[in-house]
Nanobody, 117 residues
Framework: QVRLVESGGGSVQAGGSLRLSCAAS????????MGWFRQGPGKEREGVAL?????GSTRYADSVKGRFTIYGGNTVYLQMNSLKPEDTAMYYC?????????????WGQGTQVTVSS
């Protein structure tokens, strides 16, 4: 089974940028859906961005539209610009091998993002 390893988290001031990476341990097939999720302190996990590897189609949470960009292939990236304190969370990447972007069976260990005001 593929393993996912996230990196790129850190601390940044509001308005700054970070790029998160999600490296797969083996080839991710073209029908795979990759997603970035986050869970902030005292909050439920929420979906941030989705990418269908084969079609290149993307979807974003309203809270990050225009600020975050998901892209990539075997390594999937999340470019985060104009960061806000409310973006502070543990960020996880996940893979849905079925491609329907609903059954994320493989998860990484997470990378922490902290945005200070």
């Amino acid at each position: 089974q593929v393993r996912l390893v996230e990196s790129g988290g850190g601390s940044v001031q509001a308005g700054g940028s970070l790029r998160l990476s999600c490296a797969a341990s083996r080839y991710t097939y073209s029908h795979t859906c990759m997603g970035w999720f986050r869970q902030g302190p005292g909050k439920e996990r929420e979906g941030v961005a989705l990418l269908n590897i084969g079609s290149g189609s993307t979807r974003y949470a309203d809270s990050v539209k225009g600020r975050f960009t998901i892209y990539g292939g075997n390594t999937v990236y999340l470019q985060m610009n104009s960061l806000k304190p409310e973006d502070t969370a543990m960020y996880y990447c996940a893979a849905d091998p079925t491609g329907n972007c609903r059954d994320f069976a493989v998860w990484g260990q997470g990378t922490q993002v902290t945005v200070s005001s």
